[in-house]
């Protein structure tokens, strides 16, 4: 049913202005830049551990390399189980990355709705969601490396429907993982060319101005960039019967 739907208002839906969609990114950005800034520290303080724990493999590597060498069966089981490491850190970064956007994109429907809820940037980190992350987390990776291996252009492509994953994750989180990407393929696909258009521009605005201010100042910008992908989704999809609204309603009656 949701798959369903959802490509119903994807075929329907109306043609998108750049401009309009620019300037409501602007608005929405003078509401939640704080709410992006506490996401993005946030994302670099759990990640960052991660990436710590990467060195120990190339540390065990580099300090007894001879030892390693000098039976190449352990060499070669060495290098399996660097791979390993390497793809169960990407699953668990990627995973983290998109529960917390997804929270952010949570809050920004608040925002935009008006609606008094409590900013919650753990929202996805809940046992109900963990394998579907996992999930969305390895799907998203496989597809980036086989785009990869296929040289740029198809890389360039799927960036877009890959990017979706986040935001249709985050308004329908009991939607099988199949639905979320074949949904998100299906938007990215019928609005590519508008949506890299307003990531490239959104992107490169947020990152010159982040420089004017010091770098320091990219932090408090950079989330400017994800905001185009939150705005045309709920152009073309809407949020109809959302959880938010109906609680907004109840307290406004």
Partial sequence: MF???????????????FGALF?????????????????ILI??????????????????LGVEPELIGQNEDVYVSFLIFIGLFFIVFGIVASAVSIAL????????KQKDLGVSLKDDYFYYFKKAY????????????????????LFLFPLIYVIVPI???????????????????????????????????????????????????????????LSFAYLPLYIIYKEVIG????????VFIETTI
Avoid at 23 to 39: D, N, P, Y
Avoid at 101 to 108: G, N, P, T, V
Avoid at 239 to 246: I, P, V
């Fill in 3 to 17: 798959l369903s739907e959802f490509e119903q208002k994807v075929n329907r839906a109306k043609t998108l202005d």
């Fill in 23 to 39: 300037s409501e990114a602007i608005e929405l950005f003078k509401k939640v830049w704080v709410q992006g800034l506490i996401t």
């Fill in 43 to 60: 994302s670099i303080v759990a990640i960052l551990p991660l990436y710590c724990i990467v060195y120990i493999p190339l540390l065990m």
């Fill in 101 to 108: 956007m997804s929270a952010f994109y949570r809050i920004c």
């Fill in 130 to 149: 963990f394998m579907k992350l996992i999930k969305l987390a390895i799907v998203s990776l496989a597809i980036s490396v086989l785009a990869s291996l």
């Fill in 163 to 221: 990017s979706f994953f986040t935001v249709v994750f985050a308004f329908n989180p009991e939607a099988r993982v199949t639905d979320i990407v074949k949904a998100s393929f299906k938007l990215g696909h019928k609005k590519w060319l508008i949506t890299f258009g307003l990531m490239l521009v959104c992107g490169f605005l947020a990152e010159i101005v982040g420089m004017l201010l010091c770098f320091v100042g990219l932090f408090a910008t």
């Fill in 239 to 246: 949020f109809e019967n959302s959880e938010e609204e109906s």
